[in-house]
């Protein structure tokens, strides 16, 4: 290799390697923007506001969980007079049907059940045989979109509808939190996940005065913005909640974060369900950056959404596995073209990791103290075992290197130069490695080695298996992979805490 083409080499190494950290930044971003929420909460615009809300209830199967909801939505803290629940049974076969109507017996006026013959084809399609039915009367001046399974704490409909005081709003949306009781491992990681995805990033989004999703368990509406994008949810994508927000604001009105209101939800307590969750949240973020493509970085056409504060945190987050892949090629490219370069940035990358890490998981048990007293742990283990001693290892080489160096030599255990320097690579490549190790993980969960599923799941780390599982969704899209909404089954087990 001439020297002018190692040079170019070198630099396209480490171009990769700067890109990489670009998921990172963006985070760090999101969360120093969280401390100016308070100069940008709109609670300044907001008064009491009550208006008639109908709540819509898409519902297939949910025997377990209806009666419930429908009993929690009674007794919020909402005038009786000015709130109805319509539930929209998606052609049921099972008890469904017949609690709803019992239930609608119970509240005469206030819970209405609306059947489908004809099911399966989405939440979104139900949505909207609801929505019609909602909107060619007058009554409604608000229409409240949740899941099935969800509870309402008493006072948050109420906190989010005096945001509609406001005409500029058109959309509000809540906290959901994670309320799967008893728990286990994986709704720990799940709650502690929210509160960094949703309680940070959605206030930093207010900030920035652009939401990137209402929370499909939570988003109330106006009346006039819903018709405003046609009265009906999207039904071309697995993002029904996205694309309402996206058009939400592309109409001309804003949606919020009411970060107040909680709602608690019960979600996956094993990996291949919060696999097939996310794999349908995933593939429709990648539905919705294709079919906005003319939006992206282009503020004439919207300048909040086509902002490029948006669209870098945006690609950030949709990018993240290409960007660490890329990472890993740099790291691996330069071992071999340039070692001393190669672990520079090595270093660099995880100090910037470390910083990250420990800035985000601070401020996360800060903005939420009740979720991060049972997920402390969770927390601390997000990035997995491993991921945490390299990160350590960063910092405090040190504190590895001398010690553990001194334990073997004791133990006339010192590894030779190619075994140091294949701990040295594989370090390189585990940015990668533990994305296909937490795959891997998945496939075994349900064959005799699952009982180590949770203990490899510390290991290798939560935030691996999320960017996984959009890895798997790029795979899906391209494969034009059938658009199956594949329901996540609930139980009954979420509570409030």
């Not at 996206?246 to 990996?271: H, K, M």
């Not at 996310?278 to 919705?288: E, K, M, S, T």
């Not at 909040?304 to 987050?317: A, D, M």
Request: hydrophobic share 45%; charged share 20%; with cysteine.
């Amino acid at each position: 290799m001439s020297s002018e083409a190692l040079l170019i080499s070198k630099w396209v190494l480490t171009l990769l390697v700067m890109v990489g950290i670009c998921p990172l930044a963006a985070s760090c971003f999101q969360f120093l923007l969280v401390g100016l929420h308070r100069f940008n909460d709109h609670y300044e615009y907001v008064s009491p506001f009550l208006p008639r809300t109908a709540i819509v209830v898409p519902a297939w199967n949910e025997e377990s969980v209806i009666e419930t909801t429908i009993d929690r939505l009674m007794s919020m803290e909402y005038p009786p007079e000015s709130l109805r629940v319509y539930v929209v049974d998606d052609a049921s076969t099972d008890s469904t049907p017949d609690r709803v109507k019992a239930k609608e017996r119970r509240y005469p006026g206030s819970v209405f059940h609306v059947r489908r013959q004809k099911g399966g084809e989405g939440k979104a399609h139900t949505l909207n045989f609801g929505l019609r039915k909602i909107l060619a009367e007058s009554w409604a001046e608000a229409i409240l979109i949740i899941d099935a399974d969800v509870i309402f704490e008493a006072d948050a409909l109420r906190k989010m509808a005096r945001h509609l005081a406001d005409p500029r709003i058109g959309s509000v949306t809540a906290y959901i939190k994670e309320g799967t009781r008893p728990g286990n491992f994986m709704t720990r990681f799940i709650g502690f996940e929210y509160i960094t995805a949703q309680a940070a990033s959605r206030r930093a989004q207010n900030v920035m005065g652009t939401l990137f999703c209402l929370a499909g368990g939570a988003q109330l509406h106006s009346r006039e913005s819903l018709e405003a994008i046609g009265g009906e949810i999207d039904t071309s994508s697995l993002a029904e909640d996205t694309f309402t927000t996206f058009n939400t604001q592309l109409a001309g009105r804003s949606v919020y974060f009411e970060g107040n209101a909680t709602v608690w939800a019960e979600e996956p307590c094993d990996i291949l369900g919060l696999w097939k969750q996310r794999l349908r949240w995933a593939r429709g973020n990648v539905q919705l950056t294709l079919r906005f493509k003319h939006l992206w970085f282009r503020r004439s056409v919207h300048p909040g959404l086509g902002s490029w504060t948006f669209g870098f945190i945006w690609f950030s987050i949709f990018l993240m596995p290409i960007l660490m892949i890329g990472a890993t090629a740099g790291l691996t490219g330069l071992f071999f073209v340039d070692f001393p370069l190669s672990w520079k940035l090595f270093k660099m990358f995880w100090i910037v990791h470390a910083i990250t890490y420990l800035f985000v998981t601070l401020m996360s048990f800060a903005i939420d103290p009740h979720t991060a007293k049972h997920t402390w742990v969770q927390g601390f283990l997000f990035p997995g075992v491993i991921s945490t001693l390299i990160i350590i290892y960063s910092c405090f080489p040190a504190l590895f290197e001398v010690h553990l160096a001194g334990t073997l030599t004791n133990a006339s255990l010192l590894p030779g130069r190619a075994a140091v320097r294949g701990l040295i690579l594989f370090m390189y490549l585990w940015l990668t490695l533990s994305m296909v190790l937490a795959w891997l993980n998945k496939l075994i969960e349900k064959t005799w080695a699952g009982r180590a599923t949770p203990l490899f799941s510390y290991i290798v780390g939560y935030g691996p298996l999320l960017c996984a599982v959009t890895v798997a969704s790029y795979v899906y899209e391209l494969r034009g992979a059938e658009m199956k909404w594949d329901k996540t089954e609930k139980t009954g087990k979420a509570d409030v805490r």
